[in-house]
Every structure is written in C-alpha cells, then in structure tokens.
C-alpha cells in the first residue's frame, strides 16, 4: 500500500491517492489537482469525497471524464456536486455512486467505509481503509471542522463529536488539511470541542 497526497488550491486541501492491490483511489481532487493526479496514477479506479464542497471536489468532473472512472459521493452532499451552492465556479459533476451513511463499498475488491459525521456538511464522511481514516473536514490536527457555513448545523456537529468518541481503535488520521495526526490523540480533544460547540 502507498498514500501520496498534496495540498491544492489556496485552502490548501489535501488530494490523496490511495494505491492498494495494483489499484489507485483518488480522494478530495479539489482545485487545479488533475495535471497532478494524472501524473501520479497507473491504474485508477474511482473518485471519493468525504464531503461535497468546492475545494474537494474541484477536479471531480475533469477526472472522471478524463480516466473514465466512477465518483463515490455521501448521498446527502451530492446535491453540492451538481449546483454549485456557494457560486464559486465550481465545475458541476454527479456522484455515479450515492454512498449511504456508515456503509462499506467495495471497488473491485477494495473494501472502504465510509462513516457518516455530519455537522460540517449534511453528509460528511471520513471514509476508512485498513487502519487509516481520511478524515475530511471532520477532524484535524487540533482541530475540527466548522460548523457555521449554509449547510452546516451545530446540533449534527455535536452528535458526531458524541459518536466519534465510542471509536476505541487508533487510527492513522489524514485530514482534508493540514499535518496528520492520530484518532486516539484527537479524542483526547473531543470533549472539549463538544463544549465549544455547544456553546458557540
């Protein structure tokens, strides 16, 4: 297994590339991340996004097109996909695959899960590999996603920060900005972001 990632765009948003069993899975291609992607790929297969806005998904359509390769999108962000909400130019695409919350996909044998934290996003996702989580905007190196653009809500935030907390296996946390860090080192956090939330 290989992970390469970069940041792109002037929110610096980290594009993955998972390569596992001879097979490339992209993750978050936001802005200006095709010449890139495509330099760095031999045998892709799919798109994910752990959630649906325009500095993740920038690259979706272009991608899909060029690779011809499907995109695995939370069902509740997809809509974002497809209208551009915040009007930033966002070049339009359709998730071909709607992921369902908390549920496993499987992508010519790789198996993924994608779970369900909304707050940030009505469907914000970190999606698993192995003991890996691509964890989005959700969680960051000391920090967490915010929860007070259109389409966000604090109450969802506050439930997934309540549900993240009865994850007891580590994981390798690789966020959808910034440096990486660890799940058991973030929750040492979480309580307290369950307060600053609740009271923001």
Known sequence: MEIK????????????????????????????????????????????????HFDHIWSNSELSKKLNIPIYCPKDDAFMLENDPFNYGTPKSKASFLVEPDSQIDIEG????????????PGCSVIEYNDIWFSGDFLFKGSIGRWDFPYSNKDDMVNSLYKVKRFKEDKKLLPGHGEFTTLKEELKNIDGWIRYVKNS
């Open 110 to 121: 790789v198996k993924l899960k994608f779970w369900h934290f909304p707050g940030h996003t």
């Open 5 to 52: 990632f970069k940041p792109m765009g002037v929110y610096a948003t980290n594009c993955y590339i998972l390569t596992t069993n001879n097979k490339d899975i992209i993750i978050d291609p936001g802005v200006d991340a095709t010449n890139w992607v495509l330099k760095n790929v031999k045998n892709p297969v799919a798109i994910l996004n752990t959630h649906g």
